[in-house]
């Protein structure tokens, strides 16, 4: 059995806490303040100030795996402080596509590479081990209201409905099907839910022999795909907007020059889509683990027919 620190109580945090709560594996959260409605299901809240060393050490005694939803120097703080207590794994909190397809130079990145190189710096030094968990899009980035609707992605600015690629309800979509090359653009897609399946079975297999990165998906498709899917399911077409690879950059320093905040992180999130950030082919984890995850078609059918 062992300890694990969930750290951060937001909709991602209280996904995977559910999760682990049906193995035999003991857990606590670590939050900023009290939270209620967690400590209601009969989970441990922590609660811990992510600028004080000795908080977080103390709190992390005798934890074997940390799992995080928090960035920035808050996360930071806690690489630290995991690396000083005899941590053997730490979760970064990434969970989109995979670090390889990053760009630390990116605004997209907030701040996430730093972080990636303060766990290198302390996977030389120490025995703690490092996994990144990658999966791609999460399917409710089309739900009614977005990952806002489920507490997730605040500091991303892309986390409201209709913030990537299309609005269901509202029946439109801004997109780029092809890339520079004229290739069709293929987007890897998960369910939340099934993400924490996903990282409960994963503990389930033991942490010692964890690779550097797990990868899971529960569809591939392409972008015209995921537009014709979702208009099918509503039944009507949808007002779109198609936007030529080459002309993505123009689109950008447009939204940058008239201060268009909203706009300039959903023509980000098309950058990156046609870069291939959210795209891979090999899931190892999908092959290690008896989890059948949920079809993007069924998803869509389920949540919006």
């Known amino acids: 059995m062992m300890r694990i620190a969930i750290a951060g109580s937001g909709g991602l945090a209280r996904i995977f806490a ?27 809240v922590v609660v811990v100030d992510y600028d004080d060393q000795e908080d977080l050490r103390y709190n992390l005694q005798g934890i074997d795996l940390v799992i995080s939803t928090v960035s920035g120097n808050a996360q930071i703080n806690l690489i630290d402080a995991a690396a000083n207590t005899r941590v053997r794994r730490f979760v970064p909190s990434e969970f989109e596509g995979p670090p390889s397809r990053q760009n630390p130079s990116d605004a997209l990145d907030r701040g996430k590479a730093v972080s990636r190189d303060r766990l290198r710096y302390w996977l030389q030094r120490t025995n703690m081990k490092s996994t990144v968990f990658s999966c791609g899009v999460f ?26 690629l299309m609005d269901i309800e509202q029946g439109t979509a801004e997109i780029v099907e092809r890339n520079t090359s004229g290739h069709l653009i293929y987007v890897s897609m998960i369910s939340v839910n099934d993400v924490g399946r996903f990282l409960a079975a994963a503990i389930e297999l033991g942490i010692r022999d964890w690779p550097n990165e797990f990868r899971m998906a529960g569809d591939r498709r392409t972008v015209s795909e995921i537009l014709s899917w979702a208009e099918a399911v509503r039944g009507a077409q949808f007002s779109t907007d198609v936007i030529r690879a080459r002309d993505l950059n123009q689109h950008l320093d447009y939204a940058v020059y008239h201060q ?46």
């Open 18 to 44: 559910y999760h682990i709560s049906q193995t035999a594996h003991q857990f606590i959260i670590l939050s900023r303040t009290p939270q209620p409605v967690l400590t209601a299901f009969d989970y441990q």
């Open 139 to 164: 399917y409710e980035r089309f739900t009614r209201g977005g990952l806002a609707s489920m507490g997730i992605g605040e500091s991303t600015g892309v986390y409201y409905q209709g913030s990537y």
């Open 260 to 305: 268009d905040y909203a706009r300039e992180a959903r023509v980000r999130e098309l950058i990156a889509t046609e870069q291939r950030r959210y795209d891979f082919t090999n899931p190892n984890l999908n092959s290690l683990v008896d989890i059948q995850p949920q079809s993007f078609w069924n998803w869509l059918t389920e949540t919006w027919s």
